[in-house]
């Protein structure tokens, strides 16, 4: 079993950055795919970035491509999502996901469906 527990969130302005982080614990997280979700008011929940077990793949949402960059630390069991140049459609509950069948496809990493284990959550807000 897998626990991930997201921090980073917070207020922000529009143009700023924030780093949220994803700590795993009960499992390392060197063999899992890993992903990141949100979900706005009233909204679905979308993808927002995913990397494989190896780093060798990262995949984007066209909405934070070249804003957001994942990233991760195996020998910390943590991933990472730098956002910069926020906005305020960015508003939303961040959630970090791990999918124990590491993968390098990027049609995987950005299906919320293939993933097994999911964090409670981190807000993030960016006024105007």
């Known amino acids: 079993q897998v626990q991930l527990v997201e921090s980073g969130g917070g207020l922000v302005e529009a143009g700023d950055s924030l780093r949220l982080s994803c700590a795993a614990s009960?499992?390392?997280?060197?063999?899992?795919?890993m992903g990141w979700f949100r979900q706005a008011p009233g909204k679905e929940r979308e993808f927002v970035a995913g990397?494989?077990?190896?780093?060798?793949?990262?995949v984007y949402a066209d909405s934070v491509k070249g804003r957001f960059t994942v990233s991760r630390t195996n020998a910390k069991n943590t991933v990472y999502l730098q956002m910069n140049n926020l906005k305020p459609e960015d508003t939303a509950v961040y959630y970090c996901a791990a999918r124990a069948s590491g993968t390098s496809s990027s049609y995987y990493l950005q299906n919320q469906y293939e993933y097994e284990y999911w964090g409670q959550g981190t807000q993030v807000t960016v006024s105007s």
């Open positions: 009960g499992r390392t997280l060197s063999s899992y795919a």
């Open positions: 990397i494989s077990w190896s780093s060798i793949t990262t």
